[in-house]
């Protein structure tokens, strides 16, 4: 259970997500919510490349498999072109569990490769292990 204090610090942390299916969304949204954070959730990779133009999120998750033009392997592709000093770690949440499938994200820079079915605790402690190593990683010298 996340402290008030927590939520009240994470409430200024926006995570954007790209989830095609509508209850795996409202799950997502509500357990971020929940843990405070302050949470955008698209249906599509486009739809979520759109909303980087108005936010910067703290982490984004996607899905690989989406319908539509863009799965979650181009949309990180994309992301990572659209906006190259955008520090943020992504973290593919997904039912694809193939080692292919791992390496293909790690291979885009994916900091958390996360399988469904997921629980709160898991997701939570994804996207805050995710956060953690985004924030060392930031303070460390080059």
């Known amino acids: 259970m996340t402290s008030e204090a927590e939520r009240q610090r994470r409430r200024s942390k926006t995570i954007l997500f790209a989830e095609d299916d509508a209850q795996m969304r409202k799950f997502i949204q509500a357990v971020l919510d929940e843990a405070g954070f302050t949470v955008i ?4 990779g486009e739809q979520c490349l759109a909303k980087l133009t108005i936010i910067k999120p703290v982490a984004i998750l996607l899905d690989i498999d989406m319908p539509g033009g863009m799965n979650g392997f181009e949309t990180c592709m994309r992301i990572r072109e659209a906006a190259p000093d955008l520090n943020c770690p992504i973290i593919f949440v997904t039912g694809r569990k ?13 900091a958390h490769f996360v399988a469904k079915p997921l629980t709160p605790e898991k997701l939570i402690d994804k996207v805050v292990a995710a956060l953690g190593a985004q924030r060392s990683q930031s303070r460390s010298p080059v």
Do not use: Q
Not at 41 to 44: C, M, Q
Not at 98 to 110: F, I, S
């Open 41 to 44: 959730g698209t249906a599509t």
């Open 98 to 110: 193939t080692t292919e499938d791992v390496l293909a994200a790690r291979k885009l820079g994916a």
